[in-house]
């Protein structure tokens, strides 16, 4: 069983950094793609970042393109959302998502993810 484990959350001021980190455990972790969510109270999760199983391919939601990089290492199973610049509007649940099957191109939408972490909270102030 696919296990997720998010860390690095925190209260961090307007224009500070954060890095948040997944590790991964259950399955062989460099055959699957992986990608962060968010949820901010009363609003739908949403996409953030994702990175292919290799680590060569990554997208990102416009809102964090330019502010957020997401990276992995394969040997460490994790995977990683270095966030710089965070604004007010970054507040959330942050979550980690394991991609579906091995091997495979995903895209932005929930249903390509079938393994979650637990989360970890996000607060920006202004």
């Known amino acids: 069983q696919v296990q997720l484990v998010e860390s690095g959350g925190g209260l961090v001021q307007a224009g500070g950094s954060l890095r948040l980190s997944c590790a991964a455990s259950?399955?062989?972790?460099?055959?699957?793609?992986m990608g962060w969510f968010r949820q901010a109270p009363g609003k739908e999760r949403e996409f953030v970042a994702r990175?292919?199983?290799?680590?060569?391919?990554?997208t990102y939601a416009d809102s964090v393109k330019g502010r957020f990089t997401i990276s992995r290492d394969n040997a460490k199973n994790t995977v990683y959302l270095q966030m710089n610049g965070l604004k007010p509007e970054d507040t959330a649940v942050y979550f980690c998502?394991?991609?579906?099957?091995?091997?495979?191109?995903?895209?932005?939408?929930?249903?390509?993810?079938?393994?979650w972490g637990q989360g970890t909270q996000v607060t920006v102030s202004s």
């Open positions: 998502a394991g991609a579906r099957f091995a091997r495979t191109v995903v895209g932005s939408q929930e249903i390509y993810f079938g393994s």
């Open positions: 990175i292919n199983w290799s680590g060569i391919t990554s």
């Open positions: 259950g399955r062989t972790f460099s055959n699957y793609a």
